[in-house]
């Protein structure tokens, strides 16, 4: 499986941002699709998760009610919707997968596969 993940940038607070991950491989075995996030001198954190097969989503608090998680099957590509976005949102994403969901799903180091990362930068 591999993933490609885009859509970082520049950004106002209380703006917007959509991130993309485009998944190739074996992408119908991969049950579990997350977002972590990397500020700088900060670990890698979680962000949100979708369960493919029920379509079931999970968020930080730190983001609930601002970011939103989708699938396109038809194009293998997940998504990141970033609202009303805030200075401490800013970080490098990163989306991940694995190919079955695992219910410590928070967990960094349960994840296989690993976008390359993208920044996005919200200004004050």
């Known amino acids: 499986v591999q993933l490609q993940a885009s859509g970082g940038g520049l950004v106002q607070a209380g703006g917007s941002l959509r991130l993309s991950c485009a998944v190739s491989?074996?992408?119908?075995?991969?049950?579990?699709m997350v977002w972590f996030r990397q500020a700088p001198g900060k670990e890698r954190e979680f962000v949100g998760a979708l369960r493919r097969p029920l379509r079931t989503t999970y968020y930080a608090d730190s983001v609930k009610g601002r970011f939103t998680i989708s699938r396109d099957n038809a194009k293998n590509t997940v998504y990141l919707q970033m609202n009303s976005l805030k200075p401490e949102d800013t970080a490098i994403y990163y989306c991940?997968?694995?190919?079955?969901?695992?219910?410590?799903?928070?967990?960094?180091?349960?994840?296989?596969?690993w976008g390359q990362g993208t920044l996005v930068t919200v200004s004050s």
């Open positions: 491989g074996r992408t119908f075995r991969t049950d579990a």
């Open positions: 991940a997968a694995r190919i079955n969901w695992i219910t410590d799903y928070r967990n960094v180091q349960h994840y296989d596969y």
